[in-house]
């Protein structure tokens, strides 16, 4: 995929995001969501069972799958339409998407002018701070237009 394209793709992301950015802050119930609501509607395990087909032990399983992260999308959709919620399911990043993109960047950037540094430090050819900044900076936007195959990889 082009440069082009995926720099659109972020920022159409970046935006979608924004609307999202209260989910960050929310907790799920100590209980999970599932019984919280469950309890809330006053349904009983039995009553949740008959409405999905299950029986109420299983129910209980579910419960506590979904607060040790065991339990699949596919049966948290069912149980939400079984108390008439909706289940939403996102990656919501913690910062944006381009501002992931540039943190990356910086890494990669600094590891790899740093070896140049080093070699100009022994030729006895420093740079000024000012020109290190320009040069990072380059090196940055270079390495997300041109996403090497290493762009990743935190070795």
Request: with cysteine; net charge positive.
């Amino acid at each position: 995929m082009q440069s082009k394209h995926r720099r659109i793709m972020r920022d159409q992301l970046d935006k979608t995001f924004e609307t999202l950015s209260k989910i960050r802050e929310v907790q799920p119930p100590v209980k999970g969501w599932l019984r919280a609501i469950r309890e809330a509607l006053g349904m009983s395990g039995k009553q949740l069972g008959e409405r999905i087909g299950v029986s109420q032990p299983r129910v209980v399983q579910m419960e506590k799958d979904e607060l040790g992260g065991a339990l699949t999308l596919k049966t948290m959709r069912q149980v939400a339409e079984a108390m008439d919620c909706m289940f939403v399911y996102a990656l919501v990043p913690r910062t944006s998407l381009e501002q992931t993109m540039q943190d990356q960047a910086k890494k990669v950037a600094v590891k790899r002018l740093s070896r140049t540094s080093h070699t100009m430090l022994l030729e006895d050819q420093q740079v000024s701070n000012d020109d290190q900044q320009k040069m990072l900076n380059a090196k940055m936007e270079d390495l997300i237009r041109e996403l090497p195959k290493d762009f990743w990889s935190d070795k």
